[in-house]
């Protein structure tokens, strides 16, 4: 397996920009869950899917932040406006269930830099 | 609320020398322990969990840790470090009865020639 998949790895765009990142899972995971690493709050969950079902949001720092599971192997997370405080690396994860039994699998990341 | 410390921001060892990186975590149960590593433009990889059973946990690329309830520790220890174990560690605690993952703000080890 290719692991999961995320693209762009790098994304740079300006303040108010709608940015679009994209997350494939490992095929045959349940589990998707978005993460954004940044120095002054570390790495932290935004959301997870089951099934392709947001689970929990509570984690999205606002309006401007939303994220879509159309099917089993596709995810993304869009900002829309953009704002320079989003600045980040944004991991996506998949695992086969929830819970701890099983391992979260991490892509590369996207670096997103707004100016 | 669970939390992890990571006392030490960086930490600079000679290669060849032993390793150990500290990791506090703050939990009123047992708890789901981890130790991921982040290699420089990579995601983060899973080195080893402790659940329950055995303290002293064997992970890959020899790295084990030992979680000690005294002390609220999961301290990750490698007797012979190589240049390519350069990277970011997090220590992580999984949170009571649910899901998430908290993450310490991880240590960045160095290995010097």
């Known amino acids: 397996d290719a692991g999961v998949i995320q693209s762009p790895r790098h994304e740079v765009t300006e303040m108010g920009q709608e940015v679009t990142l994209r997350c494939k899972p490992i095929?045959?995971?349940?589990?998707l869950f978005w993460y954004r690493q940044t120095m002054m709050r570390g790495l932290e969950l935004l959301i997870y899917?089951?099934?392709?079902?947001?689970?929990?949001d509570s984690g999205m720092p606002e309006d401007r932040f939303s994220a879509k599971m159309p099917n089993a192997s596709f995810s993304t997370l869009k900002i829309q406006p953009s704002e320079p405080r989003d600045s980040a690396v944004y991991f996506c994860?998949?695992?086969?269930?929830?819970?701890?039994?099983?391992?979260?699998?991490f892509g590369p990341g996207t670096r997103l830099t707004v100016l | 609320a669970q939390s992890v410390t990571q006392p030490d921001i960086h930490i600079t060892v000679s290669e060849g020398a032993s390793l150990e990186l500290r990791c506090n975590y703050s939990?009123?149960?047992?708890?789901?322990l981890f130790w991921y590593v982040q290699s420089p433009g990579q995601g983060l990889q899973l080195l080893l969990k402790?659940?329950?059973?055995?303290?002293l946990v064997q992970g890959i690329k020899g790295f084990e840790a030992e979680f000690k309830r005294s002390q609220s520790s999961f301290n990750l220890r490698k007797p012979s470090v190589h240049w390519s174990d350069a990277a970011e560690y997090f220590c992580?605690?999984?949170?009571?009865?649910?899901?998430?993952?908290?993450f310490g703000a991880g240590t960045r080890l160095f290995v010097k020639a």
């Open positions: 994860a998949s695992s086969l269930s929830l819970g701890f039994t099983d391992t979260q699998y």
């Open positions: 095929s045959g995971h349940d589990y």
């Open positions: 899917f089951n099934n392709n079902v947001p689970i929990d």
């Open positions: 939990y009123g149960a047992t708890p789901y």
């Open positions: 402790y659940f329950s059973g055995d303290t």
């Open positions: 992580a605690v999984g949170e009571a009865g649910g899901f998430k993952t908290i």
